[in-house]
């Protein structure tokens, strides 16, 4: 009997090696270079409704930013893909529209991304829409240009794996410590290749919110794609959606939508189970996601690090860091929160109660909060939010993908150790010679707090 993602996979194979696709979004680092060479082809896009940019990678989160970014030369990926998208009649997330943000994020928000849907996007992260039971996944330029010429792609059909996660988190452990903990026992090509389905009690208990958590590191864990069963949960959070389906038609989504989770006797190429019991919040200590501990443990010792002996040093030496050293307590220069992995309300919501009448350490040089979308940053004002990070001494700041990458734009100080709610920590990744600790956005919160890394449980509301 079938899977979740042989259900979806089937129902859009047109014939074997080609699927056919749903929904494209683009960006602007990538949507201009597709764009552009499908109408020097002479193509048009065969569906421009199903299609969707966003202005999201380089563009500046200051206030008042405009056009503006801190990228050398980056304005002109904006204007350009501003241009193709009008050219090309499809509908774009521009800067100042009251809709732009993250791509993963707006797509689910305004309900682009629907259940058993197929979506595409030139980005490693599109998987993280598979939390509403979409089959999403990553894809080149090229690719995109195809995909809208066509309406299909050429894959070949991956395997299908089951992690089943049972128990529930406990309290102060998040969705992020989850995809951390699988990530650091199963290693960073766990799922390689893979459409990864997570079940079982631990995420059925999770809220949307924190499923888009989990189905985001997905990619870190080496997935093809990630999937969540939809449910009632599901249905809730999507139900008014801007795209989503209304009356009859939304009557009719429901009854489809609920055949789609895995038949009892649906097989899958692996399985892999893990107890939710066992997660504690948890740090990165390396360069990999899959070099992640949890906040009270020491780094290993070289012959637990599960590295070879030159990678092992390479990695100390990058991140200053020695044998046995305690994370917890390991100063800190500066602190992200945002991200598509970690800049929903929700995210912003446990962060600001662990700040709220506090102040971030002096020793930061740098705090900021991103919200994922405009809609997360007008709730989150509305809520009084924004004024608990100022008030703690974070910058308050627009939507964008902003310190997740350096991309020649903002980054922290070179050398800079800093915690952050982002889903790598590779040398480089927030800027030349910055060391990444990558955790929840509760740990980024307190450890901004101490002015080092530390254990969230210890920050929160009521802790004695």
Same mark, same amino acid.
């Given at each position: 009997?079938?899977?979740?993602?042989?259900?979806?996979?089937?129902?859009?194979?047109?014939?074997?090696?080609?699927?056919?696709?749903?929904?494209?979004?683009?960006?602007?680092?990538?949507?201009?270079?597709?764009?552009?060479?499908?109408?020097?082809?002479?193509?048009?896009?065969?569906?421009?409704?199903?299609?969707?940019?966003?202005?999201?990678?380089?563009?500046?989160?200051?206030?008042?930013?405009?056009?503006?970014?801190?990228?050398?030369?980056?304005?002109?990926?904006?204007?350009?893909?501003?241009?193709?998208?009008?050219?090309?009649?499809?509908?774009?997330?521009?800067?100042?529209?009251?809709?732009?943000?993250?791509?993963?994020?707006?797509?689910?928000?305004?309900?682009?991304?629907?259940?058993?849907?197929?979506?595409?996007?030139?980005?490693?992260?599109?998987?993280?829409?598979?939390?509403?039971?979409?089959?999403?996944?990553?894809?080149?330029?090229?690719?995109?240009?195809?995909?809208?010429?066509?309406?299909?792609?050429?894959?070949?059909?991956?395997?299908?794996?089951?992690?089943?996660?049972?128990?529930?988190?406990?309290?102060?452990?998040?969705?992020?410590?989850?995809?951390?903990?699988?990530?650091?026992?199963?290693?960073?090509?766990?799922?390689?290749?893979?459409?990864?389905?997570?079940?079982?009690?631990?995420?059925?208990?999770?809220?949307?919110?924190?499923?888009?958590?989990?189905?985001?590191?997905?990619?870190?864990?080496?997935?093809?794609?990630?999937?969540?069963?939809?449910?009632?949960?599901?249905?809730?959070?999507?139900?008014?959606?801007?795209?989503?389906?209304?009356?009859?038609?939304?009557?009719?989504?429901?009854?489809?939508?609920?055949?789609?989770?895995?038949?009892?006797?649906?097989?899958?190429?692996?399985?892999?189970?893990?107890?939710?019991?066992?997660?504690?919040?948890?740090?990165?200590?390396?360069?990999?996601?899959?070099?992640?501990?949890? =906040?009270?443990? /020491?780094?290993?010792? $070289? !012959?637990?690090?599960?590295?070879?002996?030159? #990678?092992?040093? +390479?990695?100390? &030496?990058?991140?200053?860091?020695?044998?046995?050293?305690?994370?917890?307590?390991?100063?800190?220069?500066?602190?992200?929160?945002?991200?598509?992995?970690?800049?929903?309300?929700?995210?912003?919501?446990?962060?600001?109660?662990?700040?709220?009448?506090?102040?971030?350490?002096?020793?930061?040089?740098?705090?900021?909060?991103?919200?994922?979308?405009?809609?997360?940053?007008?709730?989150?004002?509305?809520?009084?939010?924004?004024?608990?990070?100022?008030?703690?001494?974070?910058?308050?700041?627009?939507?964008?993908?902003?310190?997740?990458?350096?991309?020649?734009?903002?980054?922290?100080?070179?050398?800079?150790?800093?915690?952050?709610?982002?889903?790598?920590?590779?040398?480089?990744?927030?800027?030349?010679?910055?060391?990444?600790? =990558?955790?929840? /956005?509760?740990?980024? $919160? !307190?450890?901004?707090?101490?002015?080092?890394? #530390?254990?969230? +449980?210890?920050? &929160?509301?009521?802790?004695?």
């Amino acid at each position: 009997m079938p899977s979740l993602f042989e259900k979806i996979w089937n129902a859009h194979e047109i014939r074997p090696g080609l699927i056919a696709i749903d929904r494209v979004m683009l960006h602007e680092r990538t949507g201009a270079v597709a764009l552009r060479a499908l109408a020097a082809a002479g193509r048009a896009i065969v569906n421009p409704a199903h299609v969707f940019a966003v202005v999201d990678h380089i563009v500046d989160t200051r206030p008042g930013r405009g056009d503006r970014t801190l990228m050398p030369g980056g304005e002109a990926f904006i204007t350009e893909t501003r241009a193709a998208a009008r050219a090309a009649g499809i509908r774009l997330f521009d800067v100042q529209d009251p809709d732009q943000g993250i791509t993963h994020v707006i797509s689910a928000e305004l309900g682009i991304v629907l259940p058993g849907l197929t979506l595409v996007a030139p980005d490693s992260h599109t998987g993280t829409q598979g939390a509403v039971g979409a089959l999403a996944w990553g894809i080149g330029s090229s690719e995109a240009e195809h995909v809208l010429a066509t309406g299909t792609l050429r894959r070949e059909r991956p395997g299908a794996m089951r992690v089943r996660i049972s128990g529930r988190l406990a309290a102060g452990v998040t969705a992020k410590d989850l995809a951390l903990h699988l990530i650091a026992t199963h290693g960073a090509r766990g799922g390689e290749g893979m459409a990864v389905e997570y079940a079982g009690e631990a995420v059925a208990a999770l809220d949307m919110e924190a499923r888009f958590t989990l189905c985001n590191m997905a990619t870190e864990f080496g997935a093809f794609a990630a999937l969540v069963a939809p449910d009632e949960t599901t249905f809730a959070w999507l139900e008014g959606r801007r795209h989503a389906p209304t009356g009859p038609l939304w009557q009719a989504a429901l009854r489809h939508w609920r055949t789609l989770p895995s038949d009892p006797d649906a097989r899958f190429d692996r399985e892999i189970a893990a107890d939710a019991r066992a997660v504690r919040p948890m740090v990165s200590w390396g360069t990999s996601p899959a070099q992640s501990l949890p =906040i009270d443990a /020491p780094v290993p010792e $070289a !012959a637990a690090s599960g590295l070879e002996s030159e #990678a092992y040093r +390479r990695v100390l &030496a990058y991140t200053g860091l020695s044998p046995g050293q305690p994370l917890l307590g390991l100063p800190v220069d500066g602190a992200f929160i945002g991200s598509c992995t970690n800049s929903r309300l929700s995210d912003l919501r446990r962060a600001a109660a662990i700040l709220k009448g506090r102040r971030i350490h002096p020793r930061l040089r740098k705090a900021l909060v991103v919200p994922g979308s405009q809609a997360v940053k007008r709730a989150a004002e509305a809520e009084g939010l924004d004024r608990i990070f100022e008030d703690a001494g974070f910058e308050w700041r627009e939507s964008g993908c902003s310190l997740c990458f350096f991309a020649g734009g903002e980054q922290f100080e070179a050398g800079a150790r800093v915690v952050s709610s982002t889903n790598r920590n590779f040398e480089g990744r927030q800027g030349p010679g910055v060391r990444t600790h =990558i955790a929840s /956005p509760e740990t980024v $919160a !307190a450890s901004a707090l101490a002015g080092a890394l #530390a254990d969230p +449980r210890t920050f &929160a509301p009521g802790h004695g």
